[in-house]
């Protein structure tokens, strides 16, 4: 079955440039129809949907997100990655990837397939 795996640095110092990349297994990030998304939620808080590369590469953002966001991916390595510039300590999260057929969702039902999640902090 698909399984993802994020991975990548759970402590973050403000201003710097936090990376998570998400390994695909089991299912290949250009099946077509299918979306692979960066979704957090911080402590408290509900999920939010962050930004979404394609099947075929495009990209989709939040728009409150947009400005310090880039998603990208490497078919070689059935990998995507997100960068998120300038952290403050409100970006400390559980970063989840996740894969549909949809973009923008925020709810657990709307995604096929789920990361375990990681814990990023931003603190000096």
């Known amino acids: 079955q698909v399984q993802l795996q994020e991975s990548g640095p759970g402590l973050v110092k403000p201003s710097q440039t936090l990376s998570l990349t998400c390994t695909v297994s089991?299912?290949?990030?250009?099946?077509?129809?299918?979306?692979w998304s960066w979704i957090r939620q911080p402590p408290g808080k509900g999920l939010e949907w962050m930004g979404a590369?394609?099947?075929?590469?495009?990209?989709y953002y939040s728009p409150s997100l947009k400005s310090r966001t880039s998603i990208s991916r490497d078919t070689s390595k059935n990998q995507f990655t997100l960068q998120l510039s300038s952290v403050t300590p409100e970006d400390t999260a559980v970063y989840y990837c996740?894969?549909?057929?949809?973009?923008?969702?925020?709810?657990?039902?709307?995604?096929?397939?789920w990361g375990q999640g990681t814990q990023v902090t931003v603190s000096s």
């Open positions: 996740a894969g549909g057929t949809v973009v923008g969702g925020t709810k657990n039902n709307e995604y096929d397939y």
């Open positions: 089991g299912g290949s990030i250009t099946t077509t129809n299918y979306y």
């Open positions: 590369i394609g099947y075929s590469g495009g990209t």
